[in-house]
Every structure is written in structure tokens, then in C-alpha cells.
């Protein structure tokens, strides 16, 4: 499904992804971890498009596709999620539209017609039900003054709605409280088939124990320094990084 | 950092102007010029009564002792007044009998414009006075508003019928004096509109004037009157449009609206004069206008909107008078300034009566190298017991070149007042954009919600035909140069 070769990016002529190549396939669950700056988020964004970073080297395959040659909304339309690590506040703009406009572009790209608002609103209803939460959520304007546990739920409701193919969530465990971490695992969890696949960036191992990856990564200093299963993440919990980071 | 700004404010760049065409009609144009000569020969051409040239040159007298204002917060060079022609109208037969005798080329600038005239397709529930230049071509659905006893004319058909009515309150809210445009104005103006709401009378439709500026250089000085009598209400609207040329076109009006006891106006505009060439500033509308109301009658209200994307430079300040108690004045703008537009626009309210209440709501857009500030005063005089106002002056700025200023004073002469000011400046970020083009949404449609959603207070007060136009509007000057 995606294939990152020899990928080397940043920002204004800064390296911080510096030769990362990974594969990951359908219905395979990849958790990427390592310390903190070390190019994780920076690898995130890559793939989801954001404009002030730019690859320099390298490719990234998705489906087959050029994805570095194609614009954020492309990418999106294509299949590819990206849970933010801090999402933005967008005053002014109701969540619950904006989560429409995100689903109609979905099916306007797939050349069918817009969804009936009211066919919309169940649909919406029936997602945050299954993620525990509360109807405010639709009335409130997109993540503005949302806590941060709240932002990261938004963004798994936003998933749940666009259902990707692939989805990146960067750290969406952080600021979640304990039983939030296990709604929003569990609704994760029912998202799963066959056909997607999934990238997540955490420093628990907290998650990994509700969401059970079949990879696990160590990136430092923007390299892959270690990859195994999901044993790999147990000993990063009880010894920290430095045996990974320095034996390499 | 400034890089990324560029590319949002990009985004935001005018489409060339849609309206920016000409009209080819023989017209009647005055020599240019201004003075006591011109000013009877106005009067004579509209067969006015006495009182109304009387009123003219008692303006004029006023205007020529008076300066042009230098405290607005917009700069251009002095406007040469003996280079403009002060009347000029579409030539026709002495006069209209019916629709059909406007001339086809005028009825066709304004079908254009999206403002059908003729029977077959004119809006059924809107009332419209077509103003082209200095006069009005046409208005529809007069009978049907005759029918429940409402008066809704040019002008200076108004003066003709119904002198009586508009020697009493014409210049009542505005005084022939009041300041440098507005005396301009009452000495030269030519055309505009009248209505008359009577007693217990809700209007069946939306009334509205439709303004076009067509030849070169002439300057537009439209005075609208609008009079609403005991337990009655009208919405009005109006909207604007002119060629584009590398000159500048004057525009100075002057509305005055005047409530009896329990009455409501509800007055809408959506000013979309062209704005002068994107990168040079060349040309456009100077639009320098005095727009006024008084809640002369206890418990009623007039609530202003505007929604303002045009003119080269905006200097407009609508106001409420809230003299009988328990009066309510409202005022929701958004102002829109791109390319080098400047923007001056506010409001006034003074309160005068007891329990008087009024609420500002102003937002303010600016992008690329405009400036837009907001003006706003409140002044609560000493029998104003209780008197409160509610303000608020948001602003948002896409890119690093634009200004935005806001100017709030407040005056109270009684201590049972409650001012209360709030205002936020924020910005378009990219970061923004980024996350809707995440999401698969474009970055045309993520800017026309961030837009809406900034503007969604005073869009919320518009007519719904109109929200649907001004949403238009401001979608039209963003989308062009999206992707
Ligand atoms: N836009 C930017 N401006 C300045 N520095 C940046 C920017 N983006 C990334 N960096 C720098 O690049 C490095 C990698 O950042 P990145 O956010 O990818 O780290 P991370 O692995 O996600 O860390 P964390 O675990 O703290 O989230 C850091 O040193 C960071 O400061
Ligand atoms: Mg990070």
C-alpha cells in the first residue's frame, strides 16, 4: 500500500527525515516511536502533504502512486488520514459542516452526489455514539477551545467519517485520560478491515495494549534505527531508548 | 513566514470585476462644473417646487464654507470638484408611461446585473428602483405596494406627488450642513428613492434600490428617504455596481431614515463599486457617504447591514439617532478591502432617549496592501438613563502587508450606562488551510468557510436573497485564483 524509499526531508533546507525507507501493506498496523524531536511528526507531515516541508530525496509510493507529486487534498481524496499531534482551532467554522464538507468532497470526488444533511446528521450521531461522545460536539465550532483530549477525539470521529485507507495518527493518545484512551481505541479498533492499514506514533506503551501493532520502529535523528514486532515496544517501556539510540 | 502569508493572500485576489463594463445610451450629460447655475439648471431639469431649491442652495452656500474632511484614516489626492459633472441621464422621451419606453440598452445593464426589470421577469418579492447614473429608470412592483397604501418612488417623483411629505423630513436627520459630502449632496443630487410606510402596515416585499454608475465622469449624489410611520415595518435593500475606468467616480449619498412609534426598518446594502486596478490602484469608486437613521418614535428600531467589498476608498459611517425611548439601533458590517483599497467605515450611535439600547457588530477583512479601519461612536447624553451598547470590532488579516485599525470612542454623560467593547484580530493561517486540504476539501471552499464562519453574525442578519449574494460576493473575490 505505501512505500517510503530512501526518503530524506525538512524544512527551509533543515534535514530532519534523513533516509527513512518502510513498507506497509494492507491490513498491517505500524507503530513508528522514538524520542522526543526526532522527525516523527516531520515524517507524518510528509506524508500527509503539508506545504512547508518538502522532500528532497527519495520516494514515496502510495498505491502505486507518486504521492509526493500530489497536493494534500489529493492525498486525502486518495485514502490517506492524518490525525494531528496538535490539531488547529478554526473559530467560526461548525464542526459538525465541517465534518460534512470533508464527507461530500469524499463522494464528490467519487463522482456521487452529495449526502442529505439530515442522512448526514445520523450518520454523525451514530459515529460519535460508537466514540463516546457527547452531542456538543456537533454544535461547536472546529476544535476552538476544544481541551486537548477533546481535539484528539475529534480527529478519531473525523477518521471514523472518512474512513481511510491508510490512517497516520500522531501521538492521538496523548492528552486522552484513561478511559478516553480505551473508547478511542476500541472505536480504532472497529475502523480496522482487511483493506486499511495504519501508522502510530506514540511514546506509550499504554496504547499498543488496546491497538496491537504487527511492527514496531525506533526513528532517531531522523533514521529508523530499529524495527521488530510489538515486543520491541515492551523493552523500549522498561529501558528507554538509549539502548537503541546508542548501540547503533 | 511571509511566503506562506503571500500565498493565502493570493487567494483572496479579486477576479477581474464582473461589472466592470460600460453601457453605450445616448445620454444627457451637464457641462462640468459646479455652482449656483448648475444647481437651478438641476432643479429646473426635475421641475422641483421652490422649497427644494431653496434647500439646495442653502447646501451650497454651507458647502463652499466648509473642508474636506482630513481625519479619515485614507489618502488621495484632492478631488478637483469643477472636473466632475453633476448630472448626466440615459436620454429618453419626456416621460415614462410605461416600462417599455426605458431605453433596451439600460434594461439590459441591469438584467446584466442580475436585476430583471421588465413585468415578464422582474423578482416577485422584491420591489426594485433602478437608479442609472444621476436617475431612476424604472421601478417595479409600485401598484401592488400602492395597494396597502405604501409610497415607493424616485425621488424626484416624490418631490412632484408628494412634496409635503418630503419637505418634512428630508434633510431632518441629516441636516444640509452635517458635514462636507453630505452638503454636496443636498445641493447637487439628482435622483434616488423614496418610500413612505404608512400606519399599522407591514410591507408585503422587500424594497430595494439598485445603483449604477455607467458614464465616466460623473458624479453620483443619490439621496434615499425612507419614512416609517406607527407599528409598521420594511426591509430595505441596496446594491451598487460601476463600469471600470482609470479614473476615479465620486459617490456621495445621503440616506436618511426616519421611525415613528413601535416601527422597524431594517436597511441592508451590499456595495460592490469597483475598486480600482488590483496592482496599480488606479481607478475605482470613491465612496464617501452619509447614511443616517432616527428612532424618532418610542420602542422602534433600525438596524443597519453592510456588507462593503468594493470602492477604491470606503468612508461611511451609518448611525442611529435614538431619541424616543426604548429605541434600538443596529449596526452589522462586514468590510471587505483587497488590492490597495481603503477602508474608513463604522458607526455612530447616540443615545438620547431613556432605556435606549444598541449593539455594533463590525468585521473587518483586509488583505494584500489595503487598509481597513473601523470608526465606531457612542455617545450617551445626560437623560439617557440605562442606555447600554454592546460593541464588537473583529478583525482578520490575510498576509502581512495589509492594515487593519480600530478607532472606538465613547462618551457618556450619564453614569447608568453599560458601554461594553470587545475586539480580536486574527488571521487566515495557512496552517488552517493545510488542515481542511487534509481533510480532501479545497482550498477554495476551506477559504470561503473560514470567511463565512468569520462573517457569520452579520450574514445571519441580511434578507435571504441577499445573504445568498453577499456569501457570493465574497466567495467570487476569493475563487479565481484558487488552484
Ligand atoms: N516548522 C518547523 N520549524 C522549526 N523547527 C521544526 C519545524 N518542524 C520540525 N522542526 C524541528 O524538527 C525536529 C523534528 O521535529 P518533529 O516534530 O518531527 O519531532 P517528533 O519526533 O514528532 O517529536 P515529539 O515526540 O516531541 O512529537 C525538531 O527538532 C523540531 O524542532
Ligand atoms: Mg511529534
Known sequence: MLEIKDLHAGFDGNEIVKGISLTINKGEIHAVMGPNGSGKSTLAKILSGHPSYEATSGEILFEGKNLLEMEAEKRSLAGIFMGFQYPVEVPGVNNAEFLRMAHNARRVSAGEEEIDPLDFDDLLSEKMKTLGMEKKYKERNLNDGFSGGEKKKNEILQMAILEPKLSILDETDSGLDIDALRVVAEGVNKLRTENNALILITHYQRLLDYIKPDFVHVLSNGKIVKSGDKALALELESQGYDWVTTAN | ?483
Open chain 2, 1 to 483: 513566514m511571509s511566503n506562506e502569508q503571500d500565498s493565502v493572500s493570493d487567494i483572496l485576489e479579486d477576479n477581474t470585476y464582473k461589472y466592470g463594463f460600460t453601457t453605450d445610451v445616448e445620454s444627457e450629460t451637464f457641462a462640468k462644473g459646479l455652482n449656483e447655475d448648475v444647481i437651478r439648471a438641476i432643479s429646473k431639469k426635475k421641475e422641483e417646487p421652490q422649497f427644494m431649491l431653496d434647500f439646495r442652495l442653502k447646501a451650497f452656500a454651507k458647502w463652499k464654507t466648509m473642508k474636506e474632511p482630513e481625519w479619515p484614516n485614507v489618502h488621495y489626492p484632492k478631488i478637483d470638484f469643477q472636473n466632475i459633472s453633476y448630472y448626466s441621464a440615459p436620454k429618453q422621451k419626456k416621460k415614462l408611461q410605461s416600462l417599455d419606453e426605458v431605453d433596451p440598452e439600460v434594461m439590459r445593464t441591469f438584467e446584466k446585473l442580475g436585476i430583471p426589470l421588465d413585468e415578464q421577469k422582474k423578482l416577485a418579492n422584491v420591489a426594485v428602483d433602478a437608479v442609472f447614473d444621476s436617475v431612476s429608470v424604472a421601478t417595479t412592483h409600485k401598484k401592488k405596494l400602492m395597494e396597502v397604501g405604501i409610497i415607493f418612488c424616485p425621488i424626484s417623483e416624490a418631490l412632484k406627488e408628494y412634496p409635503e411629505l418630503v419637505e418634512e423630513y428630508l434633510g431632518t436627520v441629516v441636516p444640509v450642513g452635517d458635514n462636507y459630502y453630505a452638503a454636496l449632496n443636498s445641493a447637487v443630487f439628482t435622483d434616488g428613492s423614496f418610500v413612505y410606510i404608512p400606519p399599522d402596515t407591514i410591507s408585503p416585499m422587500e424594497i430595494s434600490t439598485y445603483f449604477r454608475i455607467n458614464t465616466e465622469e460623473t458624479g453620483q449624489f443619490e439621496r434615499t428617504l425612507i419614512i416609517c410611520a406607527e407599528n409598521s415595518y420594511v426591509s430595505y435593500l441596496e446594491g451598487c455596481t460601476a463600469p471600470q475606468f482609470d479614473t476615479n467616480q465620486l459617490h456621495a449619498a445621503v440616506v436618511e431614515l426616519v421611525t415613528m412609534e413601535n416601527a422597524e426598518i431594517k436597511y441592508s446594502t451590499v456595495q460592490n463599486w469597483y475598486a480600482g486596478d488590483k496592482e496599480t490602484g488606479k481607478g475605482g469608486i470613491y465612496n464617501f457617504v452619509t447614511k443616517r437613521g432616527k428612532c424618532q418614535g418610542d420602542n422602534s428600531k433600525i438596524s443597519w447591514t453592510q456588507v462593503e467589498t468594493g470602492s477604491a476608498i470606503t468612508w461611511k459611517y451609518p448611525s442611529c439617532i435614538l431619541q424616543g425611548d426604548n429605541t434600538t439601533g443596529e449596526f452589522y458590517s462586514v468590510a471587505l478591502t483587497n488590492g490597495h483599497m481603503q477602508a474608513d467605515t463604522g458607526t455612530k450611535m447616540i443615545h438620547l432617549g431613556k432605556n435606549t439600547r444598541s449593539s455594533i457588530i463590525s468585521k473587518g477583512i483586509s488583505a494584500d496592501y489595503s487598509s481597513n479601519s473601523y470608526r465606531g461612536q457612542v455617545k450617551v447624553g445626560k437623560n439617557a438613563s440605562n442606555a447600554r451598547n454592546y460593541s464588537q470590532c473583529d478583525s482578520m488579516l490575510v498576509g502581512d502587508k495589509c492594515s487593519a485599525h480600530t478607532f472606538p470612542y465613547i462618551e457618556t454623560a450619564n453614569s447608568s450606562v453599560q458601554v461594553e467593547h470587545e475586539a480580536a484580530t486574527s488571521k487566515i493561517s495557512e496552517e488552517q488551510l493545510f488542515y481542511f486540504e487534509s481533510r480532501g476539501i479545497s482550498r477554495e471552499n476551506a477559504i470561503e468557510a473560514v470567511i463565512s464562519g468569520f462573517c457569520k453574525e452579520v450574514f445571519k442578519q441580511l434578507p435571504m436573497e441577499f445573504a445568498v449574494e453577499a456569501q457570493k460576493l465574497l466567495t467570487l473575490k476569493l475563487e479565481d485564483s484558487v488552484g
